[in-house]
């Protein structure tokens, strides 16, 4: 028995169709021009070529030539498609006393199908429907050759691809056809233009509504399926995860808890990307790979930093346990960041995952408005997968006077590290605290963080001190030489 639906050659695409397109019916690739129509069609007829199908490729905008470029473009080879250029004089676009509605389109309908007879093809693309459309201006007319057409096809188990420019008449054909897909693209203020499609409708078959992103590069589309985080739920159990530091698992009861997000935040130089470092090569240390996303700085500085305080982070991304790659915001979009997560998880196994930081991933967004419901996405399927989730996030400002948070998704994360700078005795210290930890108690106290030669360092809680977040603290102790250096260790 045969499958209900033809694979549609494209990586991505039969995901977010709920299988292909319809076998023996007719589907729409509507789009404006460059949105990649033409090469949707040719990877469909391609991957029927590959299973031994018969494919028809049936041209009334581009010539056989034009089409073939296009292939070789990509790289591709035609072998077992069958490509016919229809003229306008094959289509009956003549100068008549008659309107156009009565005889020359029956005449181009009726030529269209001559060819198809003859081919007896299981696969067809007709690119585009303009030429058609021109022959009337009545919908009438137009939409009972339509439906000819179905009939036609349908009686043939033969699958259909109709190529059309967004125009007003598209309630016509979106009530014939028995699936649409929609391709847009926008040209951002910096960037590269940013591509999406949408399945419009697909009758009988269930599929992935809304938006998703795709690309077109050398070698055809890439589909990227919006992350769904319902469809990944699991059972799972709890368990805490060392990070490393006995002082910050300490703070945390025990460990981070695996399955959540943590986010880093504070301002630039509190030491969030050196815990963040931290807790990528202890997992490493455990045998979990991870995957390290950099945003705002090149790897090298990243590596630099990590050496300056004994982190020998190449090593372990030599062995294969952390992957770390530079992000260019401006060439990616959430949609093709998401699939890259999904691919490292479900295929490579990753265990835990770094943004450092979400200020510049925020630039990838076409909307910074939506930026915290897909980092819910984003981390709830992660969660469900027993990933454990690291943001950073830096607020700008340098006191707490003056500090302030581009955006709010504190609430998005399960457990919040802040990060401070505080001065004393003429020198700035760091500070780090708990915000918050919805997986379990935790320490509410706050604590120095040291970033030297030796390591990442977490003292003993601050407690001789009011006012650490406020950036200027007052002293409540009994007595502390800020001069006598054992003395001066009672902070750190």
């Not at 697909?202 to 690309?215: E, I, L, P, T, W």
């Not at 995952?353 to 630039?363: K, Q």
């Not at 919805?438 to 320490?443: A, F, I, L, V, Y």
Request: charged share 20%.
């Amino acid at each position: 028995m045969s499958k209900p639906f033809s694979a549609s050659g494209v990586d991505g695409l039969d995901e977010v169709l709920g299988g292909g397109y319809p076998r023996g019916q007719i589907s729409l690739i509507r789009g404006a021009s460059g949105a990649g129509k033409t090469t949707l069609s040719l990877q469909f007829l391609m991957a029927g070529a590959r299973q031994g199908e018969r494919t028809l490729y049936l041209g009334t905008s581009e010539t056989e030539d034009e089409i073939r470029k296009i292939a070789e473009s990509h790289g591709w080879s035609l072998d077992g498609v069958a490509v016919h250029h229809h003229t306008g004089q094959e289509l009956g676009l003549q100068q008549t006393m008659i309107h156009p509605a009565e005889i020359e389109l029956p005449q181009a309908m009726e030529s269209m199908l001559s060819i198809v007879r003859q081919a007896t093809p299981d696969r067809v693309v007709i690119d585009s429907l303009a030429e058609i459309r021109v022959l009337t201006q009545d919908e009438f007319w137009y939409r009972r050759q339509l439906a000819t057409l179905k009939r036609h096809f349908a009686d043939n188990r033969c699958t259909v691809l109709v190529v059309e420019l967004p125009s007003k008449d598209q309630p016509t054909l979106d009530s014939i056809l028995t699936s649409i897909v929609e391709l847009t693209q926008t040209t951002p203020a910096y960037g590269p233009d940013r591509r999406r499609l949408r399945i419009a409708k697909v009758r009988g078959q269930d599929f992935a509504a809304g938006y998703h992103d795709y690309r077109i590069r050398r070698g055809g589309i890439d589909v990227f399926p919006r992350l769904t985080a319902a469809e990944h739920r699991q059972a799972l159990s709890s368990e805490q995860v060392s990070t490393g530091l006995p002082q910050l698992d300490a703070m945390l009861k025990g460990g981070l808890s695996r399955g959540t997000s943590i986010l880093l935040l504070g301002p630039s130089g509190t030491g969030k990307s050196i815990i963040a470092t931290q807790l990528a090569i202890a997992a490493a240390q455990r045998g979990e790979r991870s995957a390290f996303y950099v945003f705002d700085e090149r790897v090298h500085t990243l590596y630099q930093r990590a050496a300056s305080i004994g982190l020998d982070l190449p090593a372990h991304v030599e062995s294969g346990m952390i992957l770390v790659q530079q992000i260019d915001p401006a060439e990616l979009t959430s949609g093709q960041f998401s699939h890259a997560i999904r691919e490292l998880v479900e295929k490579k196994g990753m265990r835990l995952l770094v943004l450092d930081s979400l200020n510049g991933y925020a630039y990838a967004m076409p909307e910074e408005r939506l930026l915290s419901v897909h980092l819910h996405e984003l981390s709830s399927y992660l969660n469900q997968r027993a990933v454990t989730s690291i943001f950073s996030m830096t607020q700008h400002g340098l006191i707490s006077e003056n500090i302030e948070q581009p955006f709010d998704i504190s609430y998005v994360a399960d457990t919040v590290l802040l990060f401070r700078h505080f001065e004393f005795a003429g020198q700035i210290h760091k500070a780090i605290s708990v915000y918050k930890c919805r997986s379990g108690p935790h320490e509410s106290t706050i604590r120095e963080l040291q970033i030297t030669a030796n390591g990442v360092q977490v003292g003993k809680p601050l407690t001789q001190f009011q006012g650490i977040l406020t950036g200027s603290p007052r002293f409540t102790g009994d007595r502390l030489d800020v001069h006598d250096r054992d003395d001066r260790s009672a902070i750190r």
